[in-house]
């Protein structure tokens, strides 16, 4: 079933705000587990929730090229989520939740940007928009001091991961089976973080279980709802359009970070999350009539 614009973004937008409360779990869960204990159990709990589902799917969603486009996808995809997921999560650490969200949020300039490689036309507001999504992140997060966060520098290279995430999401769910790649995708990078965290973290069932409702939020709602949502939007989307609109985590980041973490801006930090919210309104300026040329032409070729 194709899904109608509006309905997209609606869908897009939700997992917006999942992604941007999430960040306070994240936060919260990092009081008694570490970053590749936590990423392993919401991960995995997110792509067994998901197994059900794939089950009762048609045999017709299972042909031999859906499968194949579904693995090789799923794979790539898991590769990148566990960077982006595991950079942002050491990052947390050191950071607040609403820096996260708005740093993870220039994946919105990111995207258009390394599109070139796969072929995708950058216009010059895009281009204008990373600018001022640069220069609001030095604000944001570079001192008067000029000293820069361990943990907004860890929380950036997951934005370039993460940028990479959505071009190759957008690259092969058009042609595959979104629900066993959003599957796959979990299982490598909840594998991934469980093998992370035997060598690098104590394993203690204490801490999971202390951080339970943190681990929940990120297994059912982060994992398996958001980025299943993703996945299944970009079948048809403009990967450009929707990093767009995922970008709006960022307000619901800071916004859960103010409301549940008592978590304030100081005024430079502010300015700097002005400055790249306008980074990300330029860049979809005239996205609309772009858009409408790339599904022309797609339709055309």
């Given at each position: 079933?194709?899904l ?46 998901l ?50 969200g ?10 258009p940007a ?29 001192t ?54 035997v ?103």
């Amino acid at each position: 079933m194709k899904l109608t614009k509006t309905t997209s973004d609606l869908l897009l937008l939700l997992a917006a705000i999942i992604w941007g409360f999430a960040f306070v779990a994240q936060r919260m869960g990092m009081e008694n587990v570490g970053p590749f204990v936590f990423n392993a159990c919401r991960f995995l709990l997110g792509g067994l929730i998901l197994i059900p589902i794939a089950i009762r799917q048609k045999p017709a969603q299972f042909t031999k090229i859906y499968l194949h486009q579904s693995i090789k996808g799923g794979i790539i995809a898991g590769i990148l989520l566990f960077g982006g997921a595991t950079f942002q999560q050491m990052g947390i650490v050191y950071t607040t939740a609403g820096n996260a969200g708005f740093i993870t949020g220039i994946y919105v300039v990111l995207v258009p940007a390394f599109g070139i490689v796969f072929l995708h036309k950058t216009s010059l507001n895009v281009w204008a928009g990373a600018v001022l999504a640069l220069l609001g992140m030095y604000f944001l997060s570079v001192t008067s001091a000029f000293v820069v966060s361990k943990g907004d520098i860890l929380v950036l290279i997951g934005a370039f991961i993460w940028a990479f995430h959505v071009l190759f999401v957008g690259k092969y769910a058009p042609m595959a089976n979104v629900i066993i790649i959003a599957i796959i995708q979990f299982f490598i990078c909840g594998i991934l973080s469980l093998v992370f965290a035997v060598f690098a973290e104590p394993i203690e069932i204490s801490g999971i279980m202390a951080a339970g409702i943190p681990i929940l939020y990120g297994g059912i709602f982060s994992v398996a709802i958001a980025f299943t949502l993703q996945v299944v939007v970009q079948k048809n989307a403009h990967p450009s359009l929707t990093a767009i609109i995922l970008s709006t985590e960022a307000l619901f980041a800071a916004l859960g970070g103010w409301l549940i973490l008592d978590e304030k801006l100081t005024a430079r930090a502010m300015f700097g999350c002005v400055l790249m919210l306008f980074g990300m309104i330029i860049a979809q300026i005239n996205f609309t009539i772009r858009l409408a040329v790339w599904k022309k032409q797609k339709i055309n070729n």
